[in-house]
């Protein structure tokens, strides 16, 4: 993050418990500032004289005098792995996220830094962005277990005033410049939703291509407004047509529902259609070459604290003999993440060979129940299933 003179980049290194500062000229390291372990984003006042950081491996986030390189406030967060944290366009409001309990916490940022609110979100609390509207200023929260975005007023006590569903796992987001858009990258839909800030509805979804997007800003004015075929050559030379990137991303997309014994009592769960059962998680597959596949999955809707694992059943049910792909454990929220590599395309399209059976057969996602641990871990009964 530069400082607002910019004559400092501050790094937040999260693998260690320092912010690294640059020289902005000369990019050579000048100090260290300790911070809690695992620092996570680092923003700057509008002013440039406060540095906001928040922890991914501690639950603390620090106010820093950007003079005296000094922690001059600790505040306490509501659970560690905060992704995200941004402050509101008219700098009194700071907003950080909290993905693996389904949280965004507000404060002030000015001194003393009061706590505003603890807002539950939902399942896979990813980011925070602002919009600035004729109808005021509004915080935008992405929430990836339920597939959708979260509209909150920025007043002394924040409040919900829109819900909107979006596709697979709603991650990074940046306004248009002049307030009355809302880009927000959907990072299992390999694509780019966009939000009209006055109705809150989705104008339309944009394709990109196998870029999983996280995060994204929007640039103004990037491309030259002019009838000249040369300029818009040149400002759209290294652009792919978007019906050219959707056939190069060519993804799998996938959804997973409860069982009659994985069902939990959770506000995590996704919204569903009349008749249909919800999906609470989502899977996507992009191909990585023609020998291998990358598997992203964003998880919903299951225990805290317990241990699963991610398979490939050849029974869609996810009876009987399964192959393990990825274990992990449930956070607070019920979510969790997963990415692995691997031929899953011909697996999950029904090109696997069943040598055995003499034929090729498909395999299907499950996510099972596991306990144990290292040659004594078993897997148990499934808890969710492909659609």
């Known amino acids: 993050m530069w400082t607002t003179n910019g004559r400092e980049v501050w790094v937040a290194v999260r693998g260690e418990d320092y912010l690294q500062v640059l020289d902005g000229a000369t990019y050579k390291p000048t100090r260290r500032i300790q911070v ?7 923003i700057i006042s509008s002013d440039g004289k406060y540095a906001y950081v928040c922890s991914t491996f501690t639950p603390e986030t620090v106010v820093i005098d950007t003079a005296s390189y000094e922690v001059v406030k600790r505040i306490k ?7 995200n944290i941004a402050a509101t366009p008219d700098g009194s409001q700071v907003w950080f996220t909290l993905k693996d309990s389904g949280k965004v916490q507000v404060f002030s940022a000015q001194p003393p830094f009061n706590s505003i609110a603890v807002l539950e979100t939902g399942a896979i609390t990813n980011h925070v962005n602002f919009a600035l509207t004729p109808k005021g200023q509004f915080a935008y929260v992405t929430i990836g277990g339920l597939r959708q975005v979260k509209v909150f007023t920025t007043g002394p006590q924040p409040k919900l005033v ?12 940046w306004p248009s ?4 858009r809302m880009y927000v990258g959907l990072q299992l839909s390999n694509a780019v939703a ?6 809150n509805r989705v104008l339309s979804t944009v394709d990109v291509g196998a870029q999983a997007p996280m995060a ?13 075929s040369s300029s818009s050559s040149s400002a759209t030379a290294n652009l792919v047509p978007a019906e050219e990137a959707r056939k190069a991303a060519s993804a799998l997309h996938f959804g997973l529902v409860a069982t009659a014994s994985g069902k939990v009592s959770s506000s995590s769960s996704s919204s569903k259609a ?18 291998s596949d990358s598997l992203e999955a964003a998880f919903s809707g299951l225990k805290p604290g317990q241990q699963y694992v991610l398979a490939l059943a050849k029974k869609k049910d996810g009876s009987g003999d399964v192959e393990p792909l ?7 929220d019920g979510a969790a993440g997963a990415a692995v590599l691997g031929p899953f395309r011909g697996m999950l399209l029904g090109g696997q060979k069943d040598s055995a059976a003499g034929k090729r057969q498909a395999r299907y996602l499950t996510v099972a129940l596991l306990s144990g641990s290292g040659d004594a871990m078993k897997v148990g009964s499934p808890v969710q299933v492909q659609q």
């Open 36 to 42: 809690p372990n695992g620092p996570g984003m680092t």
């Open 77 to 83: 967060q509501a659970s560690t792995f905060c992704p």
């Open 162 to 173: 829109a819900t909107i569903d979006t596709g697979d796992n709603p991650h990074g987001l």
């Open 177 to 180: 410049g002049d307030g009355s």
């Open 194 to 199: 966009v939000i009209d800030t006055a109705s």
């Open 216 to 228: 994204l800003m929007y640039v103004p004015r990037a491309v030259p407004d002019s009838s000249s």
């Open 274 to 291: 009349p008749g249909k059962q919800a999906v609470l998680s989502s899977v996507a597959v992009n191909s990585q070459g023609p020998f």
């Open 326 to 332: 990825a274990s992990f454990t449930a956070g607070p």
